[in-house]
């Protein structure tokens, strides 16, 4: 991939073992540690996008998931405002 796509990675602990999210693309993987889920999901994200590159579907799949270009890169949404909401 010759653009840089920025991404946001969340990372949940899910029993013994870490939960790497990447919401904006719903692409997830998992690792013993914090760094292995960082790292498998890198992973896995890169591998998404680069079937999505090969089979000439990259620019619709971001733009769909909100995705816009600013100076040369690919910027996932980024919100306004983000809380947690307790609903009784």
């Not at 840089?4 to 719903?26: K, Q, T």
């Not at 498998?40 to 816009?68: K, S």
Request: hydrophobic share 45%; charged share 25%; glycine share 6%.
């Amino acid at each position: 991939m010759k653009q840089a796509i920025v991404v946001r990675a969340e990372i949940f602990r899910e029993g013994h073992l870490y939960l790497g999210v990447c919401p904006d693309l719903s692409v997830s993987s998992f690792g013993e540690t914090v760094e292995d889920a960082k790292s498998a999901l890198r992973e896995a994200v890169e591998a998404f996008l680069e079937e999505c590159e090969a089979i000439g579907t990259l620019e619709e799949v971001l733009e769909e998931a909100g995705f816009v270009r600013q100076n040369g890169h690919w910027m996932a949404r980024q919100p306004i405002s983000a809380e947690l909401v307790a609903i009784n």
